[in-house]
C-alpha cells in the first residue's frame, strides 16, 4: 500500500520559513522521483518542485525559484520542502507526490498571513 503523509504545514507570518515533510512508506523511497504541488480553491493543481532519486537534480516552478528548496533523506523515506521568505500567494495545500503512478499524499495546510 503505497502512503504519502505530508506533515509541518500551519500558519506564518509573511517572510517566514517553513519546512513540509512528507512521510513514504509501501514502495522503495530511493527508486522514483518526488514532486510538490500545491492547490488552492478554484484553481489547478500547480507544480512546485520535483527531485531525482538521489537528490542530486531539481526542478523548481518559477513562482517559487530561489525561494523552495527540495530535499530527500532516502534513508528515512522522506521528502522535504524548505520554505523561505514566504509570501501570502504561497498559501495553499501542499500534497506531497510520486512522479511515477498517480500516487499523492493528503495535504498540509500551509497559510501566509499577518
Known amino acids: 500500500q503505497v502512503q504519502l503523509v505530508e506533515s509541518g504545514g500551519g500558519l506564518v507570518q509573511p517572510g517566514g520559513s517553513l519546512t513540509l515533510s512528507c512521510a513514504a512508506s509501501?514502495?522503495?523511497?530511493?527508486?522514483?522521483?518526488m514532486s510538490w504541488y500545491r492547490q488552492v480553491p478554484g484553481k489547478t493543481r500547480e507544480f512546485i518542485a520535483r527531485?531525482?532519486?538521489?537528490?542530486?537534480?531539481?526542478d523548481y516552478a518559477d513562482s517559487v525559484k530561489g525561494r523552495f528548496t527540495i530535499s530527500r533523506d532516502n534513508a528515512k523515506n522522506t521528502l522535504y520542502l524548505q520554505m523561505n521568505n514566504l509570501k501570502p500567494e504561497d498559501t495553499a495545500v501542499y500534497h506531497c507526490?510520486?512522479?511515477?503512478?498517480?500516487?499523492w499524499g493528503p495535504g498540509t495546510q500551509v497559510t501566509v498571513s499577518a
Open positions: 507526490s510520486r512522479s511515477s503512478g498517480n500516487y
Open positions: 527531485i531525482d532519486m538521489t537528490g542530486s537534480t531539481t
Open positions: 509501501g514502495f522503495t523511497f530511493s527508486f522514483y522521483f
